[in-house]
DNA sequence: CAGTATCCTAAACGATACTG
DNA sequence: CAGTATCGTTTAGGATACTG
């Protein structure tokens, strides 16, 4: 299997190269749905994986996978699965994932005001 | 002119598709750049462009400007001009800018934290 | 069920030159 | 000084088919 991080190679780049720490922040959960991923964990912990596609709309099956993928490297959450068959995949955050729940409540309040 | 808004198509389609509001924040500023600038502004109130760019390394001209125009189309910074010669400019952020403050923050410290 | 693999598009990003 | 305009590259994102 390739290095899931090959998929994401800017986003390898912009940890790096992020003096800023607001910069290296984003790069974490500032993808297109990294931020919603997260949310749905935080708030379905033990969620599997066919629910969350589901719970997230217009998402991709290709990208949740990936994005799964890689919110696991960076550590913000754990995969668990049961080798049955059919298999079983339950995703909860990490303890560095859940330190994002104020930031990640925050954003969903300021989006619900200020949305149209 | 161009709409601004045409430079940022899918940002503007996101905005209007996402129900969530999380992704919705996310749009404004999820940007690779978004977040950091609004920091800086935050952090500089009336800061003119030369210094924006100075103080932000590895930024491009071009994406400094557009964002700044987008975040203004936005509501979330005001730009002050004076017409002198040569011009100057100062930016601002709106209240609406401005009610980031704690998620900015936090973003930073989270960032500080967990940044290699 | 929970993924990979492949192919593709569109959008973000960037270097550089020009302007009032 | 504070921008635009024009070009090009890279990258995120997506449709679809296949697999253990």
Redesign the interface.
Known sequence: MDDIMEKFPNQRK??K??????????T?I????G??IL?HILKSPHIRYGELKKS???ISHKILSLELKRLEMDGLIERIAYPTIPPKVEYNLTE?GR??D???T???????????
Chains 1, 2 share one sequence.
Not at 18 to 26: D, N, Q, T, V
Request: contains cysteine.
């Open positions: 912009r940890q190269d992020f003096k800023c720490s607001i910069g290296f922040a984003m974490v500032g993808s297109k749905w931020a919603i949310w997230i709309p217009n560095k330190s994002l104020n930031i990640l925050e954003l969903c309040l300021w989006g619900r005001k200020y949305m149209v």
